[in-house]
């Protein structure tokens, strides 16, 4: 049984940093494509970052620059570290992986971008 854990999220203000994690298990990172995504109220999901299983990451323009996706295969953990926060980067931040033919998502960390 595959399970994604975000953790990480919390409040920061403008100009901060915070580096959420996802803990797999059931299944390998490594050996995975990974993806961010995130969802603010009233929109729809966004892709936010993707690794894939070869090390290759791509990022949305809104973000390219100010996050970094990465991963931890001995941990098991791919994270997104973000930095330079604005309010607009206020959502949910889910985690997604590609695993043997199936998506698999975790149930989300709120980040909130506020002063």
């Known amino acids: 049984q595959v399970q994604l854990v975000e953790s990480g999220g919390g409040l920061v203000q403008p100009g901060g940093s915070l580096r959420l994690s996802c803990v797999a298990s059931?299944?390998?990172?490594?050996?995975?494509?990974m993806d961010w995504y995130r969802q603010a109220p009233g929109n729809p999901r966004e892709l936010v970052a993707t690794i894939t299983d070869d090390g290759s990451t791509n990022y949305a323009s809104s973000v390219k620059g100010r996050f970094t996706i990465s991963r931890d295969n001995a941990k098991n953990t791919l994270y997104l570290q973000m930095n330079s926060l604005k309010p607009e980067d206020t959502a949910v931040y889910f985690c997604?992986?590609?695993?043997?033919?199936?998506?698999?998502w975790g149930r989300g960390t709120q980040v909130t971008v506020s002063s």
């Open positions: 059931g299944s390998i990172i490594g050996i995975s494509d």
């Open positions: 997604r992986q590609l695993y043997r033919g199936s998506f698999y």
